[in-house]
């Protein structure tokens, strides 16, 4: 009993010291946070200039070369020259002040989504990787129905994978409701194939709306691209078809669709159309030979039962023989 007191009492002595621990530790970090925000906030010891904004007469900020190099690979490069200040116009006063705060002591701030892409881009061009992750799981969770067309344009500069395939999820979700809408027709040629591309990794199948969205698209492109002569017109539209129609793979088309999709035959090409059809009379054939040996084995399931039932009158004839054999002896 003695040995169990004296074991529980050296483990709470134990855990109270090591909970001492790492409350010290959190205020060692707090400090080492509160230090470089000093840091950041006061004039002393400044060493290197930052000028953002405008050009012919751009805004100063003082920062310390040794923090920038030590946390940024963008200004570790930078900052071997012996320069006393960098012009980084293409930011300002706000955003540069964002990353300034997130390499002194780790924080940013996210006040409004429509500034996301522009931090995530700026992370980038820092090369501040596990800041770049964070924006972007902070923009994934942000991109829902009433924003997801913000996203997917702004992405196009970035060109993330990750950003492109939410929206594409959004998009792909709720089709039916945004076919009509015209930012769905502000997608690049470029964004509808990887969206075509897309959909067969999931194994979707395209319904007849889709077609149609493809059909007014290419109306509109060449709307805008004011093509005059009808042959123009046409042979754009015939080499847009063949571009998006040479992605789709024929399982991911249904029989009903194709039908459909008839209406647009001068513009597919023959290769797809010929492929497709093979493929119905195939599935076709393989139906119809299913079906006929379903009904095969249903005759012979229904003869069977014949015999049986025949068997079974037989049976039922004879016991009445035997039967009437009795009653006649015992008369």
Not at 24 to 53: A, G, M, P, Q, R
Not at 162 to 178: D, H, M, P, R, W
Not at 196 to 219: M, R, V
């Amino acid at each position: 009993m003695d040995n169990n007191n004296n074991n529980q009492i050296q483990n709470a002595n134990q855990n109270q010291n090591e909970n001492e621990m790492k409350n010290l530790e959190k205020k060692v970090t707090k400090n080492l946070i509160k230090n470089y925000s000093n840091l950041l906030n006061e004039n002393s010891f400044k060493d290197f200039s930052i000028f953002v904004e405008n050009k012919s007469n751009p805004f100063e900020i003082k920062v310390h070369k040794s923090i920038l190099s030590s946390r940024s690979p963008f200004f570790n490069e930078s900052l071997r020259q012996e320069s006393l200040s960098i012009s980084l116009n293409q930011f300002n006063k706000k955003e540069m002040e964002s990353i300034l705060s997130y390499i002194y002591y780790g924080n940013i701030s996210f006040e409004n989504q429509e500034n996301l892409i522009q931090l995530l881009e700026i992370s980038i061009y820092f090369k501040l990787n596990l800041l770049k992750e964070i924006i972007q799981k902070k923009i994934l969770n942000s991109i829902n129905y009433s924003n997801f067309f913000q996203f997917l344009f702004q992405n196009r500069n970035l060109n993330s994978n990750e950003i492109e395939i939410k929206c594409f999820e959004l998009i792909n979700q709720n089709f039916s409701q945004i076919q009509n809408n015209e930012n769905l027709f502000n997608l690049t040629k470029e964004e509808i194939i990887k969206f075509i591309q897309f959909k067969q990794e999931k194994k979707e199948i395209f319904q007849f709306d889709f077609f149609q969205f493809l059909d007014n698209w290419i109306k509109k492109r060449n709307k805008k691209l004011r093509l005059r002569k009808y042959e123009h017109k046409m042979n754009s539209k015939k080499r847009l078809f063949h571009s998006f129609f040479s992605l789709f793979d024929k399982d991911s088309i249904s029989k009903q669709d194709f039908d459909k999709l008839k209406q647009f035959d001068i513009f597919l090409p023959n290769s797809f159309l010929i492929d497709f059809e093979r493929t119905i009379f195939q599935i076709q054939d393989q139906e119809n030979q299913t079906k006929i040996k379903e009904n095969e084995k249903k005759i012979k399931e229904k003869e069977k039962k014949i015999q049986e039932n025949d068997k079974q009158i037989k049976e039922n004839e004879k016991k009445i023989k035997r039967r009437d054999k009795r009653i006649t002896r015992k008369r």
